[in-house]
């Protein structure tokens, strides 16, 4: 596992690349698209081990923090969903240049799955798109995440989500979320129709999901396939509690695993 930052000298970007365990490594590379605020602490955990097993099974792995997330450079009002397809395109040229991949795989969770969905639209050679619980309704997920209307407790008690700021930055679960991102959520109705010239997996919760459907979903050429799987998991990755308890959904990282396995050379 390698730390570094990459991108532009003036706005460096975090990443960490996992370089593959087997012998003989893969000639796909695998880029992790993570969700936003409260999600991705949720998640971190998951995406983590989720690389560790690609890893193992002979990828080059790599994931990494968007602008205004995390280690890489901003504010956390610098994330905007056009910032973090550009961030996302800038870590599929890092890995391409840091392995010797001839193939390149997004994997998004949540708003990272969205992210990956547009990226694919701009992205070059990408073989495989695999959106894991997608947000495919954006002014939805700005009312979740402007959390006057959220039902949420912690410790029965109710818990406050949501600050205003002079500057119109609105603090959701301790995440700010500016002004330019709530403008591009809420203009967001589906991230579709898409295309590109790989496979897409579009993994879901539970039947009633719609996602799959929402996105519209359509290869380049008309002959790549998409693949729609339902993998329940326990819980919600926008819960918050007392202990800030990560998710890690063993049966959905086996499953894309095994998916990933058999479909990425």
Known sequence: MNALFFGSSDTPLYGVYHPPKARSGRRTGIV??????????RSHRAFRQLALMLAKAGYHVFRFDYRGTGD?????????????VDDTLLAMEELRDTADVSEIALVGLRLGA??????????????????????VDG???????????HDRTVGGAAQTLTRSTPAGIVHAMGFPVGAALRDELQSLR??????????????LPDEGDMAADALGLESGD????????????????????????????????????????NRAR
């Open 222 to 261: 008309g002959t790549a396939s998409t693949e729609r799987a339902v993998v329940p998991v326990s819980g919600r990755w926008d819960e918050v509690d007392n202990w800030g308890s990560a998710m890690i959904p063993q049966n959905a990282i086996r499953f894309l695993v095994d998916w990933i396995q």
């Open 139 to 149: 002014p939805s997920y700005a009312d979740a995440l402007a959390g006057s209307v």
């Open 32 to 41: 992790l698209c993570a969700p936003f605020g409260q999600e991705y602490m």
């Open 190 to 203: 589906t991230p579709g129709p898409l295309r590109h010239g790989g496979q897409t997996l579009v993994v």
């Open 72 to 84: 890489s450079w901003g504010e956390g009002d610098a994330f905007t969903l056009r910032g973090a």
């Open 114 to 135: 969205t992210v990956a969905a547009l990226a694919a639209q701009e992205a070059e050679d990408l073989s495989h798109l695999i959106l894991w619980d997608p947000i």
